[in-house]
């Protein structure tokens, strides 16, 4: 069992939907990230977040600690929001550490027009 | 502005003929990570510096070497490609270990013929 799941693997949305994608993880962490990553190109940071809840633009982020649980929300969605969204978590107790991000598997959205 | 520059974004080399990829970063940030992304999985550290500290990920296979000779540069090396390095490879920059953001270049899509 991998120590980051993600779901779903891949998703199809209509434009103007509201979407959700969930990331669980096994370790104890001192952070989480959700990541974008569109076709072909680099990652793009979208949040780290430790506790509560974050937000920017159309994208939400929250996560439960107690329940080792994260959501990824967008909002109103669009195309240009089809990419692979990757969850990856920064194992706590790692110390002064060597700053390895253990990755889920990402999923895949694609919203049509 | 380009926070994380990687050249070049493609590279055909031939099966055994080395290989250098290059990162440049202007954030002044003090660690560099380069990372191993094959098609459809996550990204697989190989290793990262801490400044000039090196620290190598155990199952990096010595065929990789990294030379950062300066905050702004860090190269990677691949002595000998093999068809198996096919990979894209993506070089990460943050401000300390642990719990930090990564910011991550576009990306070079190695080939190996």
């Known amino acids: 069992k991998n120590e980051v799941e993600q779901s779903p693997q891949n998703l199809t949305a209509q434009e103007g939907e509201f979407i959700t994608i969930n990331c669980s993880y096994s370790v104890g962490i001192s952070a989480l990230h959700w990541l974008q990553q569109h076709p072909g190109g680099g990652i793009v940071s979208l949040f780290m977040?430790?506790?509560g809840k974050k937000k920017h633009g159309r994208l939400i982020a929250t996560i439960n600690i107690q329940e080792k649980h994260s959501s990824l929300h967008i909002t109103a969605s669009h195309p240009r929001d089809s990419a692979v969204y990757i969850c990856a978590v920064t194992p706590g107790g790692y110390g002064g550490s060597q700053g390895n991000l253990i990755f889920g598997k990402g999923t895949k959205l694609s919203v049509k027009p | 502005d380009a926070m994380v520059i990687q050249n070049p974004r493609y590279q055909v080399t031939q099966f055994g003929k080395p290989v250098t990829l290059s990162c440049s970063q202007t954030?002044?940030?003090?660690?560099m990570y380069w990372y191993q992304q094959k098609s459809s999985q996550a990204p697989k550290l190989l290793f990262h510096y801490y400044d000039k500290d090196f620290n190598n990920e155990a199952d990096t296979p010595d065929n990789f070497q990294s030379r950062r000779p300066n905050t702004s540069f860090c190269f990677l090396d691949i002595r000998s490609p093999g068809l198996g390095d096919a990979a894209m490879y993506l070089c990460a920059t943050s401000r300390w270990t642990g719990a930090d953001t990564q910011y991550f270049g576009p990306g070079t899509r190695l080939t190996v013929l």
């Open positions: 954030l002044n940030h003090n660690v």
């Open positions: 977040l430790s506790s």
